[in-house]
């Protein structure tokens, strides 16, 4: 016969693993070890313990995850493009008012840089005594970096963060929302338009963006270098070819994917009322020129890999 172990009797021992059971048999009582069973604590006590190690570089794998959810959200808009149709209307009012805001802004720019390249490039070619080569020279520079990226800076600058700034009020007025609850889907109707106007404006005002550099070019060419006009235009196919403006109108359009991609992005999750705002907006001018500079690194990288240069 075994009496059953109790609080007040019949248990000894330590309390960690094992308990002393007191056994009656024919010779007498005795003991019995027997183990106890541990008690585990409930689950709101127990330490959580995270299966995934923190990221070395926090900031670096922050700046990473935003990216990867910017162009998640921009290629998603694309698909619901095709599947729901592009808004006509405000895809004419956003291509107006990227043209309104960015054109004379971008001539401004233009014309001094094309200036600037001819003044130091054109002294360096006149001190070999090749000072006929500034045509061919302002080809590579404007037409193939510089009109790009101005293109790309200022849609960011002017038209991006307007866009930003629009959608996140729509955003901390709940006006999203409630599109959502009327099954209007946000991407296919804000965004979408968004991205078509400013990839189809940045690769118009490239074209304007090139004539407007080569032309400040030509003219502190003429008067500073004291080079003929003919002489300028003759040197035009020298170095350049049809792929470098095929490479820099595709690279017009790839920025500004990325500047409206990011623009409505960070306009879409703003949060914290009119100063979350304006945080949104700054993040997305930063965001945008950073990779936009490394886009460009990249596709430079790649065009002269596998397209042949031409000589002199």
């Given at each position: 016969?075994?009496?059953?172990?109790?609080?007040?009797?019949g248990?000894?021992?330590?309390?960690?693993?094992?308990?002393q059971?007191?056994?009656?048999?024919q010779?007498?009582?005795?003991?019995?070890?027997?183990?106890?069973?541990?008690?585990?604590?409930?689950?709101?006590?127990?330490?959580?313990?995270?299966?995934?190690?923190?990221?070395?570089?926090?900031?670096?794998?922050?700046?990473?995850?935003?990216?990867?959810?910017?162009?998640?959200?921009?290629?998603?808009?694309i698909?619901?493009?095709f599947?729901?149709?592009?808004?006509?209307?405000?895809?004419?009012?956003?291509?107006?008012?990227?043209?309104?805001?960015?054109?004379?802004?971008?001539?401004?720019?233009?014309?001094?840089?094309?200036a600037?390249?001819?003044?130091?490039?054109?002294?360096?070619?006149?001190?070999?005594?090749?000072?006929?080569?500034?045509?061919?020279?302002?080809?590579?520079?404007?037409?193939?970096?510089?009109?790009p990226?101005?293109?790309?800076?200022?849609?960011?600058?002017?038209g991006?963060?307007?866009?930003?700034?629009?959608?996140?009020?729509?955003?901390?007025?709940?006006?999203?929302?409630?599109?959502?609850?009327?099954?209007?889907?946000?991407l296919q109707?804000?965004?979408?338009?968004?991205?078509?106007?400013?990839?189809?404006?940045?690769?118009?005002?490239?074209?304007?963006?090139?004539?407007?550099?080569?032309?400040?070019?030509?003219?502190?060419g003429?008067?500073?270098i004291?080079?003929?006009?003919?002489?300028?235009?003759?040197?035009?196919?020298?170095?350049?070819q049809?792929?470098?403006?095929?490479?820099?109108?595709f690279?017009?359009?790839?920025?500004?994917?990325?500047?409206?991609?990011?623009?409505?992005?960070?306009?879409?999750?703003?949060?914290?009322?009119?100063?979350?705002?304006?945080?949104?907006?700054?993040?997305a001018?930063?965001?945008?020129?950073?990779?936009?500079f490394?886009?460009?690194?990249?596709?430079?990288?790649?065009?002269?890999?596998?397209?042949?240069?031409?000589?002199?």
């Amino acid at each position: 016969m075994t009496e059953q172990p109790g609080h007040d009797r019949g248990v000894t021992g330590n309390a960690d693993d094992t308990a002393q059971t007191r056994v009656i048999t024919q010779d007498g009582p005795a003991t019995q070890q027997v183990p106890r069973v541990p008690r585990l604590p409930p689950s709101s006590v127990m330490p959580r313990h995270r299966v995934s190690r923190p990221p070395v570089f926090p900031k670096i794998s922050w700046f990473l995850e935003e990216v990867g959810a910017m162009f998640a959200s921009g290629f998603e808009a694309i698909r619901l493009g095709f599947r729901l149709g592009v808004p006509f209307g405000e895809f004419i009012d956003q291509c107006w008012f990227l043209a309104k805001v960015t054109t004379l802004p971008l001539i401004l720019i233009s014309v001094p840089f094309g200036a600037v390249i001819a003044l130091e490039v054109g002294g360096l070619l006149q001190q070999i005594g090749a000072q006929s080569q500034l045509g061919a020279a302002m080809v590579l520079a404007v037409v193939r970096e510089q009109a790009p990226l101005a293109t790309a800076l200022l849609i960011a600058g002017a038209g991006g963060s307007a866009m930003c700034a629009d959608i996140g009020s729509r955003k901390i007025r709940d006006e999203i929302s409630a599109m959502e609850v009327m099954g209007v889907q946000p991407l296919q109707r804000l965004v979408l338009p968004r991205l078509l106007a400013c990839m189809l404006v940045a690769l118009l005002l490239d074209s304007i963006v090139s004539v407007a550099g080569i032309a400040g070019g030509l003219y502190f060419g003429t008067q500073s270098i004291h080079i003929t006009a003919s002489s300028f235009f003759a040197t035009f196919g020298e170095l350049s070819q049809l792929a470098d403006l095929a490479m820099a109108l595709f690279k017009a359009v790839i920025f500004g994917f990325i500047a409206a991609m990011v623009a409505c992005y960070k306009g879409m999750t703003a949060k914290g009322g009119p100063k979350g705002v304006g945080d949104a907006v700054n993040q997305a001018v930063v965001i945008t020129f950073m990779v936009s500079f490394f886009i460009n690194f990249v596709l430079t990288v790649i065009y002269f890999n596998f397209i042949p240069q031409r000589g002199i």
